[in-house]
């Protein structure tokens, strides 16, 4: 059964890996936030939501084959590069990157590429990086800076933007997937609210 499984939730396990998942190739949905990450590789092609906040990645994670990506959230880690791998996820809607390690003339030029390629972005969240508080390039604020390089965005770090089209490309519709969790210790909880940190045997919801 394991090749048709759509959604994965390993929160909080202390995963320093996460290789041999792509051999799921239905699935959808990928939360492993709260572990020990500090490399990703991801190539699940039908995969839509990847979660890995909280975690120790210094990198944006390698896409390639993961190109129905539409929501990216890697807050709290401490990216400082990796610009580049975004380009894999073209679908892309909402990207997180808050609480990390951006910023520097090479990050800028790279986002900056990586934003003009990004039609489908509409919510960006890049608040708590070094270039939050820095002189873009053509001595602009950061704000401006990023709505000039993804005029569609309709969110900029947690705030709706003035003017902005809200029917512009509504969110893609969430997928009503079939969900199994492997429970960890760091208070995540799982569904069914039932399984036990020590379980090692995946709880699978009807």
Known sequence: RAPVLRELALDGNGLRSLDGLDAYVAL?????????????????????????RHNALRSIPALGGSSALTTLRLGHNSIGGGCEH???????HTLELDHNALG????????????????????????????????????????????????????????ALAG?????????????????????????????GGSSPESKAPTTKA
Do not use: F, I, M
């Not at 020990?36 to 699940?44: I, K, P």
């Not at 704000?143 to 309709?154: V, Y």
């Open 28 to 52: 959808r949905v990928l939360r492993a936030a709260h572990n020990e990450l500090a490399e990703v590789s991801v190539r699940c092609p039908k995969l839509r939501t990847l979660d890995l």
């Open 86 to 92: 975004l380009r894999h996820a073209p679908r892309l």
């Open 104 to 159: 520097g003339g090479a990050v800028h030029a790279a986002l900056a590429r990586v934003l003009h390629s990004l039609t489908c972005l509409r919510a960006l969240d890049v608040r708590a990086n070094p270039l939050e508080h820095q002189l873009l390039p053509g001595g602009v604020a950061a704000d401006a800076w990023l709505k000039s390089h993804a005029p569609r965005l309709t969110t900029l770090n947690g705030r």
């Open 164 to 192: 902005a089209a809200a029917a512009a490309d509504a969110a893609p519709a969430a997928d009503a997937p079939a969900a199994v969790t492997v429970p960890g210790d760091s208070g995540a909880t799982p569904p069914d």
